[in-house]
């Protein structure tokens, strides 16, 4: 099966980012459930590290690279 339209949903980065903390902190405090046992190293790859990855996507290469069948 193949996607006719791939649609990138970018919201504003300071946005992101206070989601992206705002779930760090409720996850830490218990407050929500979480799969994996969060660290201040998970939160500054979050915020960092993948900011990359979503820069390399402006081109297009790095998200369709994984759906060439």
């Given at each position: 099966m193949k996607a006719d339209f791939i649609f990138i949903i970018k919201p504003n980065k300071l946005?992101?980012?206070?989601?992206?903390?705002?779930?760090?902190?409720?996850?830490?405090?218990?407050?929500?459930?979480w799969n994996y046992k969060q660290s201040l190293k998970n939160l500054y790859q979050m915020l960092f590290i993948n900011i990359q990855e979503h820069l390399s996507a402006k081109t297009g290469r790095h998200l369709t690279s994984h759906y060439n069948g």
């Open positions: 946005v992101r980012d206070f989601r992206v903390t705002w779930r760090f902190i409720k996850t830490r405090m218990g407050i929500e459930e």
